[in-house]
C-alpha cells in the first residue's frame, strides 16, 4: 500500500463518485425522491399510503441509479409499472419519464436554495492524488454532474467526466453495470485492474466489483459500513481523509 494515499502502489487512476463522495447532495437527492415519490404514491393510495423511506428505500432502489432506472426499480419494488413515456415528458406526466424529471425538477430547486457543499476531506484526497501524479475522474449518474462541481470550483480537479449526459450520448448503461466506470478508465488509458473506485453507493459497489477494478473505497456517510463490504468494497471509511493524502 502506498503510505500517503491508502491504495496499493499499483493504482494509477482514481475515479469518483459525485453524490456522497465529493459532495453534500446524496441527502438533497433522497429528499427529492421522497417528494417526488410519496405524492405519486399519495395520490394513487390514498391517505394510508406507505412511505418512501429516506433511508432504506434510497439506499436500496435509487442512490447511484440513472433517474429513469431508480423511477422502475423503486416502484417495481411496490409492484407498480408505469409507461415509460418520453424523456421531455412534462413532471407531472404519470409516467417513468414524467417521474423521473419531476425529481429533478425539485432537486435542483433545493440545491438553488440551499446550495452544494463540497465535502473538505474528498477535495484535500483530491488534490493528494494529483499531487502524486495519479490520474481522475468523475462518475456520476447525474446530468447536473458538470454544474455541481463548477459551483464548488472542483471541474478543473477531474480529466475525465462520464456524467448522465456523456452516458446519455454513448449509450452507456447505468450502476450497478459497470460501464460508466469502465468508460472512464477508458478515457484516461488506464486499465481497470490500475483503477480505484470510490463509492457511497450500494450499486456503485456492485459497479466496482463488477468491473474488476484494482481497488474498490467505500465511503460510509450513513452507517451502512456492513453493507458497502457485502456489496464489494475493499476497505470503507467514513472520510477519504482517513486514507492519508499528504501531498
Same mark, same amino acid.
Given at each position: 500500500m502506498t503510505t500517503t494515499l491508502g491504495l496499493p502502489d499499483t493504482i494509477q487512476a482514481c475515479?469518483?463518485?459525485?453524490? #456522497? @463522495?465529493? %459532495?453534500? %447532495? $446524496? @441527502?438533497?437527492?433522497?429528499?427529492?425522491? *421522497?417528494? %417526488?415519490?410519496? !405524492?405519486?404514491?399519495?395520490?394513487?393510495? #390514498?391517505?394510508?399510503?406507505?412511505?418512501?423511506?429516506? /433511508?432504506d428505500d434510497y439506499d436500496e432502489y435509487v442512490d447511484g441509479r440513472p433517474r429513469a432506472d431508480g423511477v422502475r426499480t423503486f416502484l417495481a419494488s411496490r409492484g407498480i409499472r408505469l409507461p415509460e413515456g418520453e424523456p421531455d415528458d412534462p413532471p407531472d406526466a404519470p409516467t417513468v419519464h414524467g417521474l423521473g424529471n419531476r425529481k429533478n425538477e425539485l432537486l435542483l430547486e433545493k440545491i438553488r436554495t440551499q446550495g452544494v457543499q463540497a465535502y473538505d476531506g474528498t477535495l484535500r484526497y483530491l488534490q493528494a492524488v494529483r499531487a502524486h501524479g495519479l490520474r481522475t475522474a468523475i462518475v456520476s449518474s447525474s446530468a447536473n454532474t458538470r454544474d455541481v462541481l463548477r459551483s464548488i470550483d472542483a471541474e478543473d480537479l477531474f480529466e475525465v467526466r462520464i &456524467? #448522465?449526459?456523456? $452516458? !446519455?450520448?454513448? *449509450?452507456?448503461?447505468? *450502476?450497478?453495470?459497470?460501464? %460508466?466506470? =469502465? /468508460? $472512464? /478508465?477508458? &478515457? =484516461?488509458? @488506464?486499465?481497470?485492474?490500475? !483503477?480505484?473506485?470510490?463509492? &457511497?453507493? =450500494?450499486?456503485?459497489? &456492485?459497479? #466496482?466489483?463488477?468491473?474488476?477494478?484494482?481497488?474498490?473505497?467505500?465511503?460510509?456517510? @450513513?452507517g451502512q459500513t456492513d453493507a458497502l463490504y457485502a456489496h464489494g468494497a475493499d476497505v470503507v471509511v467514513t472520510d477519504l481523509a482517513e486514507l492519508g493524502g499528504s501531498a
Open positions: 475515479l469518483f463518485d459525485l453524490d #456522497g @463522495v465529493v %459532495t453534500r %447532495t $446524496a @441527502v438533497v437527492h433522497a429528499a427529492a425522491w *421522497k417528494e %417526488t415519490f410519496d !405524492a405519486f404514491l399519495r395520490e394513487r393510495d #390514498g391517505e394510508g399510503f406507505r412511505p418512501f423511506d429516506p /433511508a &456524467d #448522465g449526459v456523456v $452516458a !446519455a450520448e454513448r *449509450k452507456l448503461p447505468g *450502476k450497478p453495470r459497470p460501464d %460508466t466506470f =469502465l /468508460a $472512464a /478508465a477508458r &478515457d =484516461l488509458g @488506464v486499465e481497470p485492474s490500475r !483503477a480505484a473506485v470510490f463509492e &457511497d453507493a =450500494l450499486a456503485g459497489m &456492485d459497479a #466496482g466489483r463488477a468491473g474488476h477494478f484494482g481497488y474498490v473505497v467505500g465511503v460510509d456517510r @450513513v
